[in-house]
């Protein structure tokens, strides 16, 4: 149980576009998703905080134009790059709470974006 | 601010040895510790956890232990197999998780 899938798995786009990356809770209903966003070799940032049904609350330096994130039901909450650059290639990890305690998250396989 | 850190950016064990993986922690006010481990292009899969009232706590394979006095955490792994090789993260959880730098785990035949 507690299956987190994530869609695209890989994406490569251009320079200037906008990519969808959605995140699928398979087996339970997460009332709070969670993206994060990891470089090469360092460690997993939250990027923002997703409740279902309402707006997602970012992290400092994050920019909610740029990143949005839609939590539309307890199955799916999306992120959208808009507009993406070269520095927005990372590799963008998802997680998702059924509403217990904050810190227990099930995390989805991620998804590698580059841009070129 | 707060932090979670790790000492050791690489760690390379003997087949069969154990392996342990330390991390220290700025926030004392923290109630829930985790360790995750991450395979390359993966993403983190849950090991263990322990509450800040606990200070150690076994899993298969596998022991935290949690010292709040110096607010450090160490994951230990006994028997440690060519399958443990990949990242190790720990995160401290509260209002949501800060993840530390990671340690990479190597493990030799």
């Known amino acids: 149980g507690a299956v987190v899938s994530q869609h695209p798995s890989r994406v490569i786009c251009k320079s200037g576009t906008s990519v969808k990356i959605e995140c699928r809770s398979l087996d339970f209903q997460a009332t709070t998703m969670f993206w994060y966003r990891q470089f090469p070799k360092q460690s997993l940032m939250l990027m923002a905080t997703?409740?279902?049904?309402?707006?997602?609350?970012?992290e400092q330096g994050v920019e909610k134009d740029k990143f949005l994130i839609n939590h539309a039901s307890l199955t799916l909450s999306t992120l959208t790059v808009t507009s993406a650059h070269p520095e927005d290639s990372s590799f963008y990890i998802c997680?998702?709470?059924?509403?217990?305690?904050?810190?227990?998250?099930?995390f989805g396989p991620g998804t590698r974006l580059t841009v070129t | 601010g707060e932090s979670v850190g790790l000492h050791l950016p690489t760690l390379s064990v003997q087949e069969g040895d154990n392996s342990i993986i330390n991390c220290a922690y700025s926030n004392s006010a923290s109630d829930y510790f985790i360790w995750y481990k991450q395979e390359s292009g993966k993403g983190p899969q849950f090991i263990i956890d322990?509450?800040?009232?606990?200070d150690k706590r076994q899993g298969q394979r596998v022991t935290v232990l949690l010292n709040k006095t110096v607010k450090h955490l160490s994951l230990q792994i006994a028997a440690t197999q060519p399958g443990d090789s990949a990242v190790y993260f720990c995160a401290e959880g509260g209002g949501k998780l800060i993840f530390g730098q990671g340690t990479t785990l190597q493990v030799k035949p």
């Open positions: 322990i509450r800040s009232n606990m």
């Open positions: 997680s998702a709470s059924s509403g217990g305690l904050p810190y227990e998250q099930y």
């Open positions: 997703s409740n279902e049904g309402s707006k997602a609350t970012y």
